[in-house]
């Protein structure tokens, strides 16, 4: 249903770009997310939501601990949603996921934790180092 490109070995400071394609239609969720797991969190549940998007109307939620680094942006025509990623850190290192949200309630859930996220993808390996 969602699957993830983009990810990689970036230099601190770097750029990355990532992408989640959905099948079907962004159109089919209410919202598509971005979040991510560092390596030594091995529950699911501690992942950290990064950014959300609304499909319909693209209103975007960064989340504090990104703001001003990371943009989230969608392309209803192509079925993705991006994650624009700068001034990368170590600390960055983790794997990528998006999730979709079909539902319009718990919003703010979603966006910040993902736990009643409808689909997932199945993650992207970003790290960062010199």
Do not use: H
């Not at 392309?75 to 600390?91: F, G, H, I, R």
Request: proline letters at 3%.
């Amino acid at each position: 249903q969602l699957v993830e490109s983009g990810g990689g070995l970036v230099q601190p400071g770097g750029s990355l770009r990532l992408s989640c394609l959905v099948s079907g239609s962004t159109l089919d969720y209410y919202a598509i997310g971005w979040f991510r797991q560092a390596p030594e969190k091995e529950d699911a549940r501690d992942r950290e939501g990064l950014a959300c998007i609304t499909t319909r109307d693209g209103v975007p939620d960064i989340a504090d601990s990104v703001k001003g680094r990371f943009t989230i942006s969608r392309d209803n025509a192509k079925n993705t949603v991006y994650l624009q990623m700068n001034s990368l850190k170590p600390e960055d290192t983790a794997t990528y996921y998006c999730a979709a949200l079909s539902g319009s309630s718990a919003l703010a859930l979603f966006c910040a934790t993902g736990w009643n996220a409808n689909y997932w993808g199945q993650g992207a390996q970003v790290t960062v180092s010199s």
